[in-house]
């Protein structure tokens, strides 16, 4: 198994400009989700999903948007990126088994606007 | 929302020393996990423990749910368990996983 991967490691992107970060796992998780972590921060929940189709908002939602359209991928889109979107992003994924909600991180994505 | 405070925030070790750190939540979870961030920023879960006492080799974990406490031991910790320590919740009534500020552990050799 791959785990959770995300594409792409490093985006620089300027003022306004709109991007895609993608996140995949190949462990049939239902539940996905994306966290931004800021320096010396802890992570902050963005967007997630417990199943395809089915997505709700986190702590810190604004400026993002997410879909669900397959168990697999779970895709955050930054609409119009500001320098306060600078910051490492990561993707998580785990099963809601009750006995098993261990979540397993991507590798995470360091994303600069300027 | 329910508040998670991690401490100590910083914690200097000699290499073969034991350690204790805490984590206070503010409401009844029903999703506890302990993180491990290595210095390459890679996050990786330590143990999922809502309730009662898990060990794994050096490390063990207690969560006291009814007093809305986690701790979490490393023993005889070594070189490689430095890094950034996270604590992380899910209240009763949703999905919203909130994380402490986390303890920075360094263990010199």
């Known amino acids: 198994n791959a785990g959770v991967t995300q594409t792409p490691k490093f985006q620089v992107l300027k003022t306004g400009q709109s991007m895609t970060l993608q996140c995949a796992q190949d462990m049939n998780h239902e539940y996905m989700s994306w966290y931004r972590q800021d320096p010396g921060m802890g992570l902050r929940l963005i967007h997630y999903s417990v199943g395809a189709g089915i997505t709700d908002q986190g702590e810190v939602p604004n400026g993002y948007n997410v879909s669900r359209s397959t168990t697999e991928d779970f895709p955050l889109r930054l609409l119009s990126a500001a320098p306060s979107q600078t910051s490492v992003y990561f993707c998580?994924?785990?099963?809601?088994?009750?006995?098993?909600?261990?979540?397993?991180f991507g590798p995470g994505t360091r994303l600069t606007v300027t | 929302g329910i508040q998670v405070e991690q401490s100590p925030p910083d914690l200097i070790l000699q290499e073969g020393a034991n350690s204790t750190l805490r984590c206070n939540f503010s409401d009844s979870v029903n999703n506890l996990q302990w993180f491990h961030q290595n210095p390459w920023g890679q996050l990786i879960n330590l143990f999922y423990i809502p309730s009662g006492t898990k060990q794994n080799g050096r490390l063990s974990a207690t969560t006291v749910a009814t007093e809305r406490y986690s701790l979490l031991y490393i023993s005889s910790s070594q070189t490689t368990d430095s890094g950034v320590y996270f604590c992380?919740?899910?209240?009763?009534?949703?999905?919203?996983?909130?994380f402490g500020a986390g303890t920075r552990l360094t263990v010199k050799p």
């Open positions: 998580a994924s785990s099963t809601t088994s009750a006995k098993d909600y261990e979540q397993y």
């Open positions: 992380a919740v899910e209240p009763d009534n949703n999905n919203d996983m909130r």
